[in-house]
């Protein structure tokens, strides 16, 4: 990869760390931004063609891979043209993404979220099941550990924790599910979490922000426990995301809840398990 730094690569990473994005979806930007340099040998971003975009994409074997850089490169020159104002139009606009098969994704059914939390039992189990909720609810991992106490507001006898996004947009306000508000009261009255000053909502026992390693530690450890070894943590958000849409079959709210840009992503979810089918086929029959 090349070793020079340029400057507009690394002025849209730097966005993309005030939006608090993860480290692994920053380093994929990264990474397919400097490939596309490398592959044209060229320092000069603000002048790459669609020609040039598509004789690179042309290189990659996989599909998935080929999608996944499109959508890099599209958010990248969409961010270099209509907010750095540096050139007129996003070269990568009118290529098409390649149609790739998906598998729906794996998900706790209905019946076994309450199971799941239920089975959570260990040394910090209050916090632990609130942390589960709040996953539960629809949050990525790093929102889990960037999230404070102040960010939850009442409005109207129901509870909303607020989400930062990036500079310039509106936050992402996530209703609380009432189990997860409870949880999260539960896991305050803990002593160690009242005699803490630190803002954070999710502490250590030495009153440390949870770091995100230890969210993902702790979560799949109980998965597993839960005989779900091949989840990961970040199913629970898909399990949220499924299970709303089953029941609301509204796509643009879950979106919102999720905090999806486009509704394209919020679209692998809106497959049915058997038992929604069926209510829904049946219904007021």
């Known amino acids: 990869m090349n070793?020079?730094?340029n400057i507009w690569i690394e002025k849209f990473l730097d966005e993309l760390k005030f939006q608090h994005k993860s480290k692994n979806t920053i380093n994929t930007y990264r990474k397919n931004l400097y490939y596309l340099l490398n592959f044209l040998q060229t320092d000069n971003i603000l002048n790459v063609?669609?020609?040039q975009i598509k004789s690179y994409l042309a290189t990659c074997e996989a599909d998935n891979t080929f999608?996944?850089?499109?959508?890099?490169?599209?958010?990248?020159?969409?961010?270099?043209?209509?907010?750095?104002k540096q050139i007129s139009d996003n070269?990568?606009?009118?290529?098409?993404?390649v149609r790739v098969r998906t598998k729906d994704p794996k998900y706790l059914k209905k019946n076994e979220i309450d199971t799941f939390v239920e089975s959570i039992d260990g040394k910090y189990t209050t916090r632990d099941i609130a942390m589960a909720r709040v996953m539960l609810n629809g949050l990525r991992r790093t929102e889990v550990q960037n999230a404070n106490i102040k960010d939850i507001e009442e409005v109207n006898g129901n509870y909303i924790l607020v989400v930062p996004m990036g500079k310039g947009?509106?936050?992402?306000?996530?209703?609380?599910?009432?189990e997860t508000f409870e949880a999260i009261q539960n896991y305050l009255k803990e002593d160690y979490r009242q005699y803490s000053k630190n803002e954070a909502l999710f502490i250590t026992q030495d009153g440390e922000r949870l770091s995100g390693n230890a969210i993902y530690k702790q979560t799949k450890k109980y998965l597993s426990k839960f005989g779900k070894e091949d989840l990961s943590p970040h199913k629970l958000?898909?399990?949220?995301?499924?299970?709303?849409?089953?029941?609301?079959g509204d796509i643009r709210v879950t979106?919102?809840?999720l905090g999806h840009i486009s509704a394209n992503t919020t679209m692998i979810y809106t497959h049915f398990d058997d038992e929604s089918r069926i209510d829904k086929v049946l219904k007021n029959k």
């Open 237 to 248: 958000r898909h399990t949220f995301a499924t299970e709303l849409y089953n029941r609301t």
């Open 169 to 178: 947009e509106k936050p992402r306000r996530v209703v609380l599910y009432p």
């Open 67 to 84: 999608n996944q850089r499109l959508t890099s490169y599209n958010v990248f020159f969409n961010w270099l043209c209509d907010e750095e």
């Open 255 to 257: 979106q919102e809840q």
């Open 91 to 97: 070269p990568a606009r009118t290529i098409k993404h």
């Open 3 to 5: 070793k020079v730094k």
């Open 49 to 51: 063609t669609k020609q």
